[in-house]
């Protein structure tokens, strides 16, 4: 089984690494780029990184569907594999038809409305809910467990899903962020799921961690291609798939004790204030308000710290969060 793993993050990685110059140079052509306002002389960049993690992802899961089904002839699980990767496939490609909103050589306005995006990602939670994918008995705090029964498929998964995907969505805006995270979260989680024997559930981990680890090198700072609705939507779905799917819900709830941060940092704001900042004279970060509305804005407020530092306090609170979930 370890073997299928290392296969998978194999393939995913390498997929990655080959395709994303080609993607790089197609968003580019079709002058899908916003300004990378982090950078002195803000360069533009493409964006949309997403389409360009998951082909890596579909390759190596549907190797791993061949080696199941034609070689060791076991396809008991494959229906709920094969619905993981069309909700995937499903929330990428809506979150590009978001960035193809956003207006070239922008900051990052337009876009989808706040209210459009829970609806318009809600069709990518109708796989699973369709395979009845996960456990109905969960077990919540202070109360125990409870069996859901049939309101766990046709309601929890796609609050699950659609409130996942749009959460990650939230803390974005500086080269490596997400993709850096995604990394910590997609590992910690493949191995938990692997250590509670939910197979299928940890494939998809680390096909997504393998695609991330040839991705960072394009995505940190100075990025070549900016993460985009599509990775962060992505990224949030995986995050919800992976703990219905190993049904681990409460791993991956503590996981995402960043996302809940921000969340509530921006709703403190009334979703009105954005995590990008300005960068000054001496090349680092600056907030833009007087207050905090994001967590990034935690260390621009003071504009000592770059925009590699500041991606790297946040990689590590979230491996804080990674570490944690071994523990509770």
Excluded: C
């Amino acid at each position: 089984m370890v073997s299928d793993f290392l296969i998978l993050i194999g393939i995913s990685f390498v997929t990655t690494l080959i395709i994303t110059p080609s993607v790089i140079n197609y968003l580019k052509n079709i002058k899908l780029q916003v300004l990378d306002v982090h950078k002195i002389g803000e360069p533009s960049v493409p964006r949309s990184g997403g389409i360009a993690i998951l082909p890596g992802i579909i390759g190596s899961l549907l190797a791993l569907v061949f080696i199941n089904v034609f070689v060791r002839q076991l396809n008991s699980d494959i229906i709920y594999l094969l619905a993981a990767i069309i909700t995937l496939t499903l929330i990428t490609f809506i979150g590009f038809f978001d960035d193809l909103r956003i207006r070239m050589d922008s900051r990052g306005e337009g876009g989808l409305k706040q209210w459009q995006k829970p609806l318009l990602s809600f069709p990518a939670a109708i796989p699973l809910m369709a395979v009845v994918a996960g456990t109905t008995i969960l077990a919540l705090p202070f109360i125990g467990k409870v069996n859901f029964g049939i309101f766990y498929p046709l309601i929890l998964v796609p609050i699950g899903v659609v409130g996942a995907a749009n959460m990650v969505n939230m803390l974005e805006g500086l080269n490596g962020l997400g993709t850096g995270m995604g990394i910590v979260y997609t590992g910690s989680l493949g191995l938990f799921a692997y250590y509670h024997n939910a197979y299928i559930a940890a494939a998809i981990a680390f096909a997504v961690f393998g695609s991330l680890i040839a991705f960072w090198h394009f995505h940190k700072t100075p990025a070549k291609i900016l993460a985009g609705d599509s990775l962060t939507y992505l990224l949030g779905a995986t995050i919800a798939t992976i703990a219905i799917l190993g049904n681990i819900e409460k791993a991956a709830l503590i996981i995402s004790i960043p996302f809940f941060i921000e969340l509530a940092l921006k709703m403190r704001g009334g979703l009105r204030h954005t995590t990008i900042g300005k960068i000054n004279s001496s090349g680092k970060l600056e907030s833009k308000y007087d207050k905090i509305y994001s967590l990034p804005h935690i260390w621009m407020r003071t504009g000592k710290y770059t925009e590699t530092q500041i991606v790297n306090y946040l990689i590590l609170l979230q491996l804080f969060f990674a570490v944690l979930i071994w523990f509770v």
